[in-house]
């Protein structure tokens, strides 16, 4: 069953629901059962290995990255795949009824990929955590901390789409062009959409042909060019205005990218439009 990972999301946004139990488990090469069922519906999340998972003639192949959902009482076949191992995170929750009209959670079986996210792998660790701690603050810990686990799961998904990949370059470009002057670095940006920076870089490759980094120092270089031809304050400033704080470091990579200094860079176009070999501003 394909999901629609934003009515998915909306689905438990408007759901009454509890978390009912934490297991993590290990299974042996070759390991099966048949006809298993769980009483809730839950969550299988892979952590290591892969395994085959049979819904009512529905197959899926889980490993790390790819997760899948089962309803209550729903007859289930599973198989550990390789010579590895099988080891993952099963979290059961029970729906308190009415649900949203249209679909049920107690009765879907689907599967969501959301690659690999160390945030992800993170939350799960700390929900593996407080589930197993008695008393009342770790109950409302691990339910806290389930629902932040959807979110990331959600987030994932939904970035791995080709819709979702540009909504996150948009989304990413347009926050460096408003805060180019501030102290942004590919980790923060990476930290901010709850990503890790291998997909941040993977998306700007994509749609701008450069990573990150160097697109958030190209856009710093255009607006210090504008800077540098429409006024005449000092390099430094220039520099502080952009985002760099040292002006001998500003001075140095402006250099490297353009072939020119600042202050040459000023001076000769003022003085020549066409004082660059090609007849050219360089950009």
């Known amino acids: 069953?394909?999901?629609?990972?934003?009515?998915?999301?909306e689905h438990f946004a408007r759901t009454s629901f509890q978390v009912e139990q934490v297991c993590r488990y290990v299974r042996g090469p070759g390991m099966s059962c048949d006809d298993y069922t769980e009483p809730f519906p839950g969550f299988v999340f892979p952590l290591r290995?892969?395994?085959e998972f049979d819904?009512?003639?529905?197959?899926?192949?889980?490993?790390p990255g790819h997760v899948v959902h089962g309803g209550a009482r729903m007859p289930l076949n599973r198989?550990?795949?390789?010579?590895?191992?099988?080891?993952?995170?099963?979290v059961l929750y029970r729906v308190y009824a009415p649900e949203p009209s249209g679909f049920s959670l107690s009765k879907a079986h689907f599967q969501l990929t959301p690659g690999q996210s160390p945030r992800l792998t993170e939350l799960l660790e700390l929900l593996w955590r407080?589930?197993?701690?008695p008393g009342g603050i770790s109950a409302f810990q691990t339910e806290t901390l389930f629902r932040c686990v959807l979110?990331?799961?959600f987030v994932c998904v939904r970035n791995q789409s080709n819709d979702g990949e540009q909504t996150l370059f948009e989304?990413?470009?347009?926050?460096?062009?408003?805060?180019?002057?501030?102290?942004?670095?590919?980790r923060a940006l990476a930290e901010q959409n709850d990503i890790n920076e291998n997909r941040l870089f993977y998306v700007f490759k994509k749609y701008a042909?450069?990573?990150?980094?160097?697109?958030?120092?190209?856009?710093?270089?255009?607006?210090?060019?504008?800077?540098?031809?429409?006024?005449?304050a000092p390099i430094g400033e220039v520099a502080k205005s952009v985002g760099y704080a040292d002006a001998l470091y500003f001075s140095r990579i402006f250099k490297k990218q353009v072939g020119v200094s600042p202050a040459e860079f000023r001076g000769r176009f003022r003085n020549n439009p066409y004082g660059f070999q090609d007849g050219s501003i360089p950009l």
């Open 171 to 186: 989304q990413v470009s347009s926050y460096i062009h408003k805060h180019y002057m501030d102290g942004l670095s590919v």
């Open 151 to 153: 979110e990331e799961l």
């Open 49 to 51: 290995g892969k395994a």
């Open 209 to 232: 042909g450069m990573g990150p980094g160097k697109y958030l120092m190209a856009y710093r270089l255009n607006r210090a060019k504008e800077c540098l031809l429409a006024n005449d």
């Open 79 to 90: 198989r550990v795949l390789g010579n590895t191992g099988w080891e993952y995170l099963l």
């Open 130 to 133: 407080s589930s197993g701690e």
């Open 55 to 63: 819904f009512s003639g529905t197959s899926y192949t889980l490993a």
């Open 1 to 9: 069953m394909k999901m629609d990972i934003n009515k998915l999301a």
